[in-house]
């Protein structure tokens, strides 16, 4: 009999420090139920408001931008003050991660893997402790962005980046657009950008269409993302 395999689904939204102030995390079988789940504010940055705020520019975007900050803390507090958060220090979330790990081995996902990687080694969480990792993202754009259905997906619901000033421009592979297109749902809203929720109604219905029919060695051979790959001129002609 093959050995059950357990998939542990991270996200983070981070601080700019660098450091991670939500954690998002679900832990799966290979039929993607959920079996534990963790959503959780990093007590050291996330009430660290001076030294860690959230994320933010000084652009007028609706989300990051800085005049956003006090509605975004706002959703934050209430999700704290109805459960739907803990409040968890760096120490307890490594005990969690511990236990996952000695009880299920699971192989570690995320949707960019090396950006969640990288923020979570600067915020003293420990994900090294696990054997196997893969980028979710990496994956799901070899195994669907160049197909034709994806690209008729893509150019039905406009899901294309601006030009930049070489004149590049590519097509999305963003984890909202590849959840619309995995589960046929084009007026799938935009990911809050919470990490909990992130993981749970997007990365995971990415991850549960892909281990249908990908055998277990393929997860960790997908090449990296490359920009020159998915441009709008060599995938898209004019009719």
């Not at 070489?166 to 990911?191: C, K, Q, V, W």
Request: charge should be neutral; aromatic fraction near 14%; proline fraction near 5%.
């Amino acid at each position: 009999m093959a050995k059950a395999q357990f998939f542990l689904i991270i996200d983070t939204e981070t601080t700019i420090a660098n450091t991670v102030a939500d954690f998002g995390a679900v832990l799966v079988n290979r039929r993607g139920e959920i079996l534990h789940s963790a959503a959780l504010l990093v007590r050291e940055f996330y009430c660290d408001r001076d030294e860690n705020t959230l994320f933010h520019d000084q652009s007028a975007d609706p989300l990051w931008g800085q005049r956003n900050l006090p509605r975004r803390y706002a959703a934050y507090d209430a999700m704290l003050a109805d459960g739907r958060r803990m409040l968890a220090s760096v120490p307890a979330i490594n005990r969690w991660l511990a236990k996952v790990n000695g009880k299920y081995s699971p192989i570690v996902t995320a949707y960019n893997w090396a950006f969640d990687k990288n923020k979570l080694g600067n915020s003293g969480i420990d994900v090294e402790m696990f054997e196997k990792s893969f980028c979710l993202w990496h994956v799901a754009a070899n195994k669907y962005a160049k197909t034709k259905a994806y690209r008729q997906f893509v150019l039905e619901t406009v899901g294309f980046n601006a030009p930049t000033k070489f004149g590049n421009m590519s097509y999305h592979t963003n984890a909202e657009i590849m959840a619309r297109f995995i589960l046929g749902n084009p007026e799938l809203p935009d990911e809050p950008h919470t990490a909990f929720e992130d993981v749970r109604d997007y990365e995971l219905p990415i991850l549960k269409a892909i281990l249908k029919n990908t055998p277990t060695k393929e997860l960790f051979d997908a090449p990296a993302y490359n920009w020159r790959e998915y441009q709008v001129k060599d995938w898209f002609r004019p009719k």
